[in-house]
């Protein structure tokens, strides 16, 4: 089975006590619960959205988190927004860091942090910018592939919607979904904390993410949330973090026999659906010409209600009839576009 890789910690840097205390009870309870803990996480410089929110200790937390490091043996990760961060983390031993979903919708300072690390032994995690835009995220972690970086990782935390969502952030799952598709080699993380928001959402969350085959989870864990400076709602206490990452249910079967039958039949489907779209493009091409030919208007509305008509069959299924209304509005267009 491939290893997950678990993160936990604080959203933000407080006090050498939260830090050794939240670092102290995660180290205590994966050990309790037999987990390993990959990287301790805390948000050590916090860029808030509004100004006067706390910010996070600064400079002075890296030699807290030095010390967990050395105390308990777990290597640390913080966010680096700035080249001057990333010379921090360097000279405090910090060989492990993430660029934020904010810095992320900006190219200039991802690159500007990428040529900082240019050949270093810094693992880079890089967060989903806020808007879902898949191909801003991959130029992001091409330009750590590009620096040449011991290695890059890809975190999932949602993205910002201006629909009412239950969630903080949109999970938009076909983005992370198509990031896997194109670039398989790369592990991607989910961070259920800030996708949700509130503490009671993240099992779910991190359940969904492992169905879908991601690499691990970055989960915001304080040893007293009520207390904490900074996103107090999503805080899981170590204890309600190791319980969690306990549960869940890794999804390590291998292909079996039942499965590989169903898979053969599905390639059966997928053929002959490949060809009748195709040939189903080449007969609306023979209707352009007519269309052309005797000078009749390419949309023919009830034509087209005819054609819904046709495919008006399983009602019940609504999860179906969703998809059904995406693919015949797509299938219009491209008849339509061909036509023109
Ligand atoms: C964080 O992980 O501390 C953080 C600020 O997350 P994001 O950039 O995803 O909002
Ligand atoms: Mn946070």
């Not at 979903?101 to 500007?112: F, I, S």
Request: glycine share 4%; net charge neutral; hydrophobic share 45%.
């Amino acid at each position: 089975m491939k290893e997950r890789i678990w993160i936990a910690g604080p959203c933000a840097a407080e006090s050498r006590e939260q830090i050794l205390a939240t670092a102290r009870q995660l180290v205590g309870q994966a050990e309790v619960a037999n987990l390993k803990m990959h990287y301790f996480r805390a948000g050590v410089w916090k860029m808030r959205s509004a100004p006067g929110s706390f910010t996070g200790a600064g400079d002075a937390a890296l030699v807290w988190m030095q010390e967990v490091q050395r105390n308990f043996g777990v290597p640390v990760c913080v966010e680096v927004m700035s080249p001057r961060q990333v010379e921090l983390c360097a000279k405090h031993d910090i060989r492990v860091f993430w660029v934020g979903a904010r810095t992320t919708v900006n190219p200039v300072e991802v690159q500007q942090i990428a040529d900082a690390v240019r050949h270093s032994g810094f693992t880079v995690m890089v967060k989903n910018p806020i808007v879902p835009d898949l191909k801003l995220w991959i130029g992001n972690i091409e330009r750590f592939l590009n620096a040449d970086v011991a290695s890059v990782m890809a975190i999932h935390r949602g993205f910002t919607d201006a629909q009412e969502n239950v969630y903080r952030n949109a999970p938009m799952w076909q983005v992370p979904i198509e990031l896997k598709v194109r670039m398989p080699s790369l592990p991607i993380l989910c961070d259920p904390s800030h996708l949700c928001g509130q503490v009671r959402w993240i099992p779910e969350v991190a359940q969904l993410a492992m169905n879908y085959g991601f690499d691990g989870l970055m989960t915001e864990c304080h040893h007293n949330p009520s207390s904490a400076l900074s996103d107090a709602g999503q805080q899981m206490t170590p204890a309600e973090w190791a319980a969690m990452i306990s549960r869940l249910d890794l999804r390590s079967g291998i292909a079996n026999l039942e499965l590989v039958k169903q898979r053969t039949i599905l390639e059966n489907i997928d053929n002959q659906l490949s060809e009748l779209l195709y040939q189903r493009m080449v007969t609306v091409d023979e209707i352009a010409g007519i269309k052309r030919k005797d000078h009749i208007a390419v949309v023919q509305p009830q034509q087209w209600q005819q054609v819904v008509k046709r495919y008006q069959k399983h009602t019940e299924d609504t999860l179906y009839q969703d998809f059904l209304e995406k693919f015949l509005e797509l299938l219009h267009q491209a008849s339509i576009k061909r036509q023109n």
